[in-house]
């Protein structure tokens, strides 16, 4: 055991809950079953309260802000992309998960209706109750086009996104002390919660070389996200934007903390142990095991670029150019560097045999660095 943290067990319902896991697990949780209570345990987890989550400021009680909250124009810009596929599936059905407060499937929306798409079924497939709701008050004028779905939906036809779901799928963490590696997960020690390496086989998918020390995420979950998607997608494409690194970059021999994260009122910390349930977890992307997981379930990967280049491909510059100054400033974040731009990167897939290039990638296609 070591790395005591703060937090009793005593009258706080989560830590209760994690304590009854630790115990019921033989006195060490993987991290990955951690993450998971403290995300989405129902009635405690940090996506099961009903406090705000998603918002441009700490005044309005959000912890973080996504590209949709930013600015309607990156849904506007997606909205081209998407109508793409639609044209060349033959389809009107979009499906997102993860829809946060429903602001991309409202820029989606319109931007497809401007395109000539006005008859779309938008399927948001959610998990939390909070955020349902408030996606069902802002997208009540779209009626009955929208509906709301707790499990995958059945043979999708049509277009799949995902804006920053993978990086809150729980991940597995390792550590190497120069020698071996082990996996990391939870204990308690005198009231407290703990990291507690475990001798193990699991490796990181790339061969290093690492330092002493080094701490690392695995991402089995969002991985086999990706190989389920394959066996439901019947006809479309899907496209994931989240912040992360192809594998080599991920596995950086500098990269010696990893990558884990954590979101509470607008500031960032790296203490997931601390105050479970209150804030969020997340853990940046490794892009190729999501390609490798969804080629390998039969998925073909059509497109891997930066936010910055795919929304400029997607006509995200006369957009810029027609709105006022104060959305033109915050879109601006969407595309510079130092900003969303290049951190965050787009990954698209489609079923075999489906003949077209996206334009989405059409300048500054990195599937070669995957």
């Not at 995958?152 to 995902?162: F, Y």
């Not at 033109?328 to 130092?338: D, F, M, P, S, V």
């Amino acid at each position: 055991m070591q790395e005591r943290k703060p937090g009793s067990v005593s009258g706080d319902p989560m830590m209760e809950r994690l304590r009854s896991a630790v115990d019921e697990s033989g006195g060490w949780l993987p991290f990955d079953r951690y993450m998971a209570i403290a995300l989405y345990e129902p009635g405690l987890g940090y996506y099961a309260s009903t406090r705000p989550k998603l918002g441009r400021m700490p005044a309005d009680g959000s912890d973080f802000v996504t590209a949709p909250e930013l600015s309607p124009l990156f849904g506007r810009a997606l909205a081209a992309q998407v109508a793409q596929v639609l044209e060349v599936t033959d389809t009107e059905e979009v499906f997102e998960f993860g829809a946060g407060t429903g602001a991309l499937a409202e820029s989606v929306l319109d931007g497809l209706a401007s395109m000539g798409h006005a008859f779309v079924r938008y399927t948001i497939v959610e998990l939390s109750s909070e955020l349902k709701a408030r996606q069902q008050a802002r997208l009540a004028r779209f009626g009955d086009s929208i509906q709301w779905a707790e499990r995958w939906p059945e043979a999708m036809r049509g277009v799949v996104l995902g804006n920053e779901v993978l990086d809150a799928m729980p991940v597995q963490l390792l550590r190497f002390d120069g020698e071996r590696w082990a996996e990391r997960g939870v204990g308690w020690q005198d009231g407290h919660l703990v990291f507690a390496d475990r001798p193990s086989e699991l490796r990181p998918p790339h061969e290093g070389p690492f330092l002493p020390g080094t701490v690392t995420e695995i991402h089995a979950q969002a991985e086999a996200f990706v190989a389920t998607l394959a066996g439901q997608l019947a006809a479309g494409a899907a496209f994931f934007i989240d912040y992360g690194f192809p594998e080599a970059e991920y596995y950086h021999l500098q990269r010696t903390g990893g990558t884990l994260m954590c979101h509470r009122a607008h500031q960032s910390d790296t203490d997931p142990l601390e105050d479970p349930g209150q804030k969020d977890i997340t853990a940046h992307v490794n892009f190729t095991g999501i390609a490798l997981a969804a080629q390998d379930a039969g998925l073909e990967v059509i497109g891997y670029t930066s936010q910055a280049r795919f929304l400029v491909n997607c006509g995200i510059a006369p957009l810029l150019e027609a709105a006022d100054l104060r959305q033109r400033a915050l879109a601006q974040k969407l595309i510079t560097e130092h900003e969303m731009g290049e951190l965050f990167k787009v990954i698209a897939f489609a079923t075999p045999g489906l003949a077209f290039e996206p334009i989405g990638f059409a300048e500054g296609d990195r599937l070669h660095r995957l």
